[in-house]
């Protein structure tokens, strides 16, 4: 499709609208209310072009480009007077009230406002009297308000509310006054708040946690990096300036999680700055105790020579620390350092992704899905990104539908929305408790996890699953499993979704057995499997023991030295027998960043750096293997785990690391290691990669105060760090185009200061970064030969008479072990010790609500705040999972229970 732009012709894709298209041509025109995962409701009126009937036609008419669409031979200008006078004068208007507080905002520099206001040339302020005021209100840890700067683009109630299904935040008016705000004040309550920072287009919604440490976002150096806080690997760029980490921002990725993140990803970064960390290495007095690095590496690697030393690695260490491990104690003496449940689910996910036919979406797939089947997950909780792309699904087949009804384009969104009202898609969801997605839901089912599990094994055996048949099922349950089967059957992108999250292993083979059948009835599912940490399918595919046979391995005398790859092991296993392990063990090296209980038992202490200050490669639940980088160079004796282990290696003559300098050297090792993941050598450029011979700079070219930063140490500038790991520099100076995706520091381009810049790096709006989304997908489905399907359901739950049956519940706020170390996100966590119990159960066990109770944990006691919870099926209690001091680790368990 040919238009035409101020007299020159351009090629253009159909289906888009004027503003889209001019952005994606690389044309700057300006705009507010539009966003690209939001579409256009022509509020601002600043995005005005002058469109013509024909090349005879000299006058034209403004129409809004985010309103119109194109089509074949349209003539518009960008540059005709009428259309830039219109503009500006938008401004003037939008201007009227705005406070001249650039200097104050948080937003100052880097604003869209500033940007927009700067392209259509209004330089100079017309409105001379008294500005309308307004009350600015309190919304929590993490979210900043300042009414006074609104221009009334709409654009966070569109998210908060429609996008993100959030019920608090609402738009209030009267004649000329727009208020966006809560009604009264109080903590937002939606997980992705956070994201109102980046969708605001001024100051009015600003990063809390950036403002209580401020410093200009041109005045930061950036990294492009992977969150932490679950499996679903979303791309961030951290942010860091006087050698800590400030700010936590989206980086864009058309495949996993868009232009959003959610707020546990966003604001749980201070564990890198906690008064926690672990600074420099250190050993036990008894070996008189000393802080010379050289000297305590010497002690370690004694000890690894003796040959009598077992590892274990972690699943929120990177790919290379936990390989690097693996080769410094040996294949045989390497334990993977996640506790049995999470080992059995991750390893049960690894082998139905791996060996089985249906194939796991990204997110942004899963979004388009048309019917949607969660089998025990809240996904809220779990994976809260996955949660939000299912928001999107539900709208899909809806807006498909009314986009066919009224003939308009998806990004009419008033008139799409309009059409929808609040119709849904089919979303089925399966779970013992409530979750936040229940209101999208047709149909949801109450149980025991067993029996959910049984209900999804007797819905693969409609869709044809060559399995053992499901017997003893209520004629409520069987009419429910037939119409789940049949909206599956005639979906054309159903979307099955299962995971660690009900701690019951046979809801995700349920839903492998779901997806395999429609698979062999020719449909197209995808199935997706949560797990538990960042990397914990990494670890996995590495492969190694279970982590419970180390204690064997030391009982017998067969090793005598541990050493621990940024793990806490009290939050793997039964406190009892974490310490028998370190009681057992003469030494225990860990190398981690914070100082925790495992820390308490060490007699060597070896610093490793965070994300932030660290390069290595994280694998997420889609097996997409992604790298993160160094935002800094931190103080002391801190540095990669991966780092330490090589140094290690070279004063023990481990011949299995010998010659390994940097990141480059171990991936080669670990890809000639294990075939499987050979596809690393792709996934990012190397060391010596340079573009016109310069490196990629992770500081703006406007970045400042280099001297000023160390001056108290000395006037003269330093010399800043060397990088042999990475292409990137840790200065200003360097390549100043876009560099290759997977390297992309923060997004900025001549003229768009703010993260709307991103439509400059886009193949298209809302699609692909250019040369391709960073990271490679490991895993694909194999479709050779049928399914090897899970054949027997598991049998009926039955309580057992004064035994509890407790299930993990899991909570985005407090359940991840270092995003509490953030004071918002610990002020959000819930109880940390309540058991919740059926009210029958207590009344039948005498006990009242908030008594504490003792359960039998493999002869251990362990007590427990008594709450009643309505959903809990007789004989099923549920612990919140993860939460600090919780006496219960390893979850499902059958315990005793004692009034």
């Not at 518009?76 to 208007?93: C, H, M, N, Y």
């Not at 990475?726 to 900025?748: A, K, N, Q, V």
């Not at 109770?853 to 007789?874: F, G, Q, S, Y």
Request: aromatic share 8%.
């Amino acid at each position: 499709m040919t238009i035409y732009i101020d007299n020159k012709p351009y090629e253009v894709k159909p289906g888009k609208n004027l503003l889209e298209a001019c952005l994606e041509l690389g044309l700057n025109l300006p705009y507010f209310c539009w966003h690209p995962a939001l579409g256009s409701v022509g509020a601002c009126r600043q995005c005005a072009v002058k469109v013509f009937k024909d090349e005879d036609d000299k006058t034209g008419r403004l129409v809004m480009g985010c309103m119109e669409p194109v089509r074949d031979n349209l003539r518009l200008s960008i540059e005709d007077p009428g259309a830039k006078t219109f503009r500006d004068q938008v401004i003037g208007w939008l201007m009227t009230n705005h406070p001249h507080d650039c200097a104050v905002c948080d937003e100052g520099g880097s604003c869209h406002l500033q940007d927009m206001t700067v392209m259509t040339g209004h330089t100079y302020r017309n409105y001379r009297f008294s500005k309308r005021t307004f009350e600015n209100q309190d919304l929590g840890p993490f979210i900043s308000h300042e009414m006074n700067r609104c221009i009334q683009c709409y654009r966070c109630v569109r998210f908060y509310k429609d996008y993100a299904g959030g019920k608090d935040l609402n738009v209030f008016a009267a004649h000329n006054h727009v208020y966006f705000g809560r009604c009264e004040n109080g903590t937002l309550e939606s997980e992705f708040s956070g994201n109102l920072a980046e969708v605001c287009p001024t100051g009015v919604f600003t990063d809390k946690t950036l403002h209580s440490h401020y410093t200009r976002k041109w005045d930061m150096t950036w990294a492009p990096s992977v969150c932490q806080g679950c499996s679903l690997g979303c791309n961030t760029s951290a942010g860091e300036r006087y050698g800590s980490l400030r700010q936590i921002t989206n980086r864009y990725n058309g495949e996993v999680n868009g232009y959003f993140l959610c707020d546990r990803g966003r604001f749980g970064y201070e564990f890198v700055n906690s008064d926690q960390r672990i600074l420099q290495a250190a050993i036990r007095p008894h070996y008189n105790g000393t802080t010379n690095k050289d000297h305590i590496l010497e002690q370690v690697a004694q000890k690894v020579k003796n040959g009598r030393t077992i590892g274990i690695g972690s699943p929120r260490a990177s790919l290379e620390s936990n390989y690097a491990l693996k080769l410094l104690v040996g294949e045989d003496n390497f334990y993977l350092g996640m506790s049995d449940t999470d080992h059995d689910h991750t390893s049960l996910a690894l082998k139905i992704l791996r060996d089985g036919p249906a194939r796991t979406p990204s997110m942004q797939e899963a979004a388009k899905a048309d019917v949607v089947f969660i089998l025990g997950e809240d996904l809220t909780n779990t994976a809260p990104m996955l949660a939000l792309a299912v928001r999107q699904a539900a709208q899909h087949k809806p807006e498909s539908d009314a986009m066919g009804d009224i003939h308009v384009a998806a990004w009419q969104d008033a008139a799409v929305r309009e059409a929808v009202q609040d119709k849904h898609g089919p979303v089925y969801i399966f779970h013992t408790v409530p979750t936040k997605l229940d209101e999208l839901a047709e149909d949801i089912h109450r149980g025991a996890p067993e029996q959910l599990a049984r209900l999804g094994f007797a819905i693969a055996q409609m869709l044809g699953a060559d399995i053992v048949p499901v017997t003893g099922l209520s004629q409520e349950d069987a009419a429910l499993a037939e119409k789940i089967a049949a909206a599956l059957m005639t979906a054309e992108h159903p979307l099955i979704i299962s995971g660690y999250g009900s701690g019951c292993d046979h809801m995700m083979k349920a839903a492998a057995n779901i997806a395999w059948a429609l698979q062999q009835k020719g449909r197209n599912p995808m199935l997706s499997l949560t797990l538990p940490e960042v990397n914990s399918m990494g670890l996995e595919i590495l492969g190694g023991h279970r982590l419970d046979t180390a204690l064997d391995v030391l009982r017998q005398g067969d090793a005598d030295t541990v050493i621990v790859l940024e793990n806490d092991l009290y939050r793997r296993a039964d406190p009892h027998i974490i310490d028998e392990i370190f009681l057992h063990a003469q030494d225990v090296i860990l190398i981690d960043h914070l100082y925790n209980r495992t820390a308490e038992k060490a007699t060597v202490l070896l610093p490793a750096g965070t994300f932030a200050e660290a390069d290595g490669t994280v694998v997420n639940n889609e097996g997409r293997a992604q790298r993160f980088y160094q935002v800094f160079v931190p103080k002391g004796d801190m540095q990669e785990s991966w780092r330490w282990c090589l140094q290690i290696a070279e004063k023990a003559g481990i011949t299995a690391l010998q010659g390994l300098r940097n990141l480059d050297d171990i991936d080669l090792a670990l890809t000639n290691g294990m075939p499987s993941l050979e596809p690393l050598q792709q996934l990012a450029p190397h060391a010596g990669f340079r573009i016109n011979g310069q490196r990629i700079p992770r500081e703006p070219h406007r970045y400042s105060g280099r001297t000023a930063i160390l001056a108290n140490e000395n006037v003269s500038e330093p010399k800043p760090a060397e990088d042999v790991d990475t292409p990137l520099s840790f200065t200003m100076e360097g390549y100043r185009g876009e560099p290759p995706s997977p390297l992309i520091p923060f997004f900025w381009s001549p003229g768009w200061n703010s993260v709307q810049s991103v439509n400059k790096y886009q193949q298209e709006i809302g699609g692909h970064l250019h040369g391709g989304d960073p990271g490679i997908r490991l895993l694909e489905p194999h479709l050779n030969g049928g399914p090897h399907y899970f054949h027997e359901a598991p049998d009926t739950f039955v309580p057992i008479p004064g035994h509890v049956h407790i299930m993990p519940l899991y909570h985005i706020y407090g359940s991840e072990e270092l995003s509490m170390y953030t004071p918002g996100i610990a002020q959000q966590a819930g109880e940390f010790c309540c058991l919740y119990l059926n009210p029958e159960d207590l009344a039948q066990w005498n006990i009242a609500p908030g008594n504490w109770v003792t359960i039998d944990l493999d002869h251990h006691a362990c007590r427990l705040v008594a709450t009643p919870n309505h959903w809990m099926p007789r004989g099923l209690g549920a612990v919140s999972a993860g939460m600090p001091h919780s006496p219960v680790v390893d979850l499902p368990v059958c315990v005793k229970l004692q009034a």
